[in-house]
């Protein structure tokens, strides 16, 4: 079975400008987390999707992150304008609905590192 | 509040020498999971080993095991008879929230590094 997919894996962009981040989940896996890593701190969350659905948002730092899941496929996030503290890699991570996506952890993506510069 | 920690930023270990990373957590959540994740240099995040609140024993998972200590609220991950491959970072986590959002706290991170 493949992977979950992110893409682009680097992306450097300036100050100000546009940038999204795709994630494909793995087929079948109704749940899809994106997480951020700013440099040397801790993985935090931002959203989570169920299907299309967005089940929790909590994370997400600002009004300029938007996040979308196109008929429960894959995910897009964007960021606009990017700031420097944008800064990181996300990680998109995918589950199956259910117990066992919980006890079985999330299958993550590699990450798109992004450089705002 | 919940949150994770693992206070070696890296460790080093001798080839075919047990290791032990440490994470401590806090939650006020009788009922909690907690993860152990490795993330080698290609950077995908792998999932190792999980450890249900409720469990009574230790988890394994082959050469991982997951010293639970829940009076202490630890969680530290041993990795016996460490490999070249085992050279990675570390992340432990714990998931918050019943009942629909299994979002993930986790810690900053241990990177191991195995000596040949």
């Known amino acids: 079975e493949a992977g979950v997919t992110q893409f682009p894996s680097h992306s450097v962009i300036e100050k100000g400008q546009t940038v999204t981040l795709r994630c494909d989940p793995i087929?079948?896996?109704?749940?899809l987390y994106w997480y951020r890593r700013v440099m040397g701190k801790e993985i935090k969350f931002l959203l989570h999707?169920?299907?299309?659905?967005?089940?929790?948002e909590s994370g997400m730092p600002n009004n300029r992150f938007l996040a979308e899941r196109t008929g429960g496929t894959y995910s897009t996030l964007k960021v606009q304008p990017a700031e420097l503290e944008d800064s990181g890699v996300y990680f998109c991570?995918?589950?199956?609905?259910?117990?066992?996506?919980?006890?079985?952890?999330?299958?993550f993506g590699s990450g798109t590192r992004l450089t705002v510069v | 509040a919940q949150k994770i920690t693992q206070t070696q930023p890296g460790m080093f270990v001798q080839e075919k020498e047990a290791v032990t990373l440490d994470c401590t957590y806090d939650?006020?959540?009788?009922?909690?999971?907690l993860f152990w994740y490795k993330q080698p240099s290609s950077g995908e995040m792998i999932f190792l080993i999980y450890?249900?609140?409720?469990?009574?024993q230790n988890a394994t998972e082959g050469r991982y095991s997951l010293n639970f200590q829940k009076a202490r609220k630890s969680a530290n991950l041993v990795i016996s008879a460490s490999q070249l491959g085992d050279s990675a970072m570390y992340f432990c986590?714990?998931?918050?929230?019943?009942?629909?959002?299994?979002?993930?706290?986790f810690g900053t991170g241990t990177r191991l590094k195995v000596l040949a």
């Open positions: 450890q249900g609140s409720y469990d009574q």
């Open positions: 999707f169920v299907k299309e659905s967005k089940q929790d």
């Open positions: 986590a714990m998931r918050e929230g019943a009942g629909g959002t299994y979002k993930y706290i």
């Open positions: 939650t006020s959540d009788p009922s909690y999971g």
């Open positions: 991570a995918s589950s199956p609905l259910g117990d066992r996506g919980f006890h079985y952890g999330y299958t």
């Open positions: 087929s079948g896996h109704d749940n």
